[in-house]
């Protein structure tokens, strides 16, 4: 069964500085997408980058970007010059194309003016 | 965008009464509509996987007689939480999948606050 692990469940980062989520899959399938999703205060879901497996080239979106290790299972997220918006859960995601995302326990991440 | 909806955003209802929840896409098509449970300080937890014009798959543990999950159209689920209990108080979140995306991609309601006293 594939599994997705966030092994901090807390991280703090000072305000313009970058700070790295960890997160490990395991899986047997060779296609598959991996996300990252945020969940700030309000509670809404919102998609902050995705990759797909079959491509070697991280993902990046502005300030965010991954390091996507298919070998090692390993998807880690960039937050780069945080700002204090950023402060929310991040969870890390895995599905494959028509199957159900199975998200990680989370990271409830702290921006410190 | 894609944009997903669910009404209500909150409700309160006394033990032993039903509640429903509905979940619609305002601007595209989903044949596929996902429903979570959010406890605090907690994950999202799949609930069921709902297919519109057909019988809604349920994750192991959850009881498909008390959340009854209706998709009766490309745009609208619904959740039904019957003889509600004070257990069942929790945040239901529910994600759409557009029909035609490329992508595996889920967009989410903004959540429903279930308290039942």
């Known amino acids: 069964a594939q599994t997705v692990t966030q092994s901090q469940p807390e991280m703090s980062v000072q305000e313009a500085e970058t700070v790295t989520l960890s997160c490990t899959y395991d899986?047997?399938?060779?296609?598959?997408?991996l996300f990252w999703y945020k969940q700030p205060p309000s509670r809404q879901m919102i998609l902050v980058i995705r990759q797909e497996a079959y491509k070697q080239q991280n993902a990046t979106e502005n300030r965010f970007s991954v390091n996507f290790q298919k070998a090692a299972k390993s998807f880690s997220l960039k937050i780069s010059d945080s700002q204090l918006g950023d402060a929310a859960m991040y969870f890390c995601a895995y599905s494959t194309r028509d199957d159900k995302i199975i998200f990680g326990k989370g990271t409830r991440l702290h921006i410190l003016p | 965008g894609a944009v997903v909806s669910q009404h209500p955003s909150w409700v309160i209802c006394k033990s032993g009464t039903s509640v429903k929840i509905e979940c619609r896409s305002l601007d595209f098509q989903a044949t596929t509509m996902f429903w979570y449970r959010q406890f605090p300080k907690q994950s999202l937890m799949l609930m069921a996987t709902?297919?519109?014009?057909?019988?809604?798959?349920?994750e192991q543990g959850v009881e498909k007689d008390k959340f009854l999950i209706n998709h009766a159209s490309l745009t609208l689920s619904t959740l039904t939480v019957t003889s509600a209990h004070p257990e069942d108080s929790s945040f239901y979140i529910c994600s759409a999948r557009e029909t035609s995306g490329i992508y595996n991609e889920q967009f989410f309601g903004p959540g429903t606050r279930l308290t039942v006293l």
């Open positions: 709902s297919n519109e014009g057909s019988k809604a798959t349920y």
């Open positions: 899986t047997s399938e060779s296609d598959y997408y």
